[in-house]
Nanobody, 113 residues
Framework: QVQLVESGGGLVQPGGSLRLSCIGSAHIFNISTMAWYRQAPGKEREHVALITSGGRADYPDSVKGRFTVSRDNAKSTMYLQMLNLKPEDTAVYYC???????WGRGTQVTVSA
């Protein structure tokens, strides 16, 4: 069974930074398009970053310039570097294997003074 495990969430002040990690099963991770999503209380889950197996990345305007997605296929790990965090970035962040439609369990990010 494929598993995705996110880590790196926590409480950070506005303007701060965090780096999230997602580690998965190597046999699907390395050939898959991957993504990060987030879901805030009372809101729909939204896409925040996508990265292809070849490393091409894409972001919505809401995070462009602040978030950077990367991957290390040798470690079957995807990262999300988040800079200049804002209170509206508060959400549970999920790792997603686009190619196989598999979700991780999420990690909480809270941005608050």
């Amino acid at each position: 069974q494929v598993q995705l495990v996110e880590s790196g969430g926590g409480l950070v002040q506005p303007g701060g930074s965090l780096r999230l990690s997602c580690i998965g099963s190597a046999h699907i991770f390395n050939i898959s398009t991957m993504a990060w999503y987030r879901q805030a209380p009372g809101k729909e889950r939204e896409h925040v970053a996508l990265i292809t197996s070849g490393g091409r990345a894409d972001y919505p305007d809401s995070v462009k310039g602040r978030f950077t997605v990367s991957r290390d296929n040798a470690k079957s790990t995807m990262y999300l570097q988040m800079l200049n965090l804002k209170p509206e970035d508060t959400a549970v962040y999920y790792c997603y294997v686009v190619t196989y439609q598999i979700w991780g369990r999420g990690t909480q990010v809270t941005v608050s003074a």
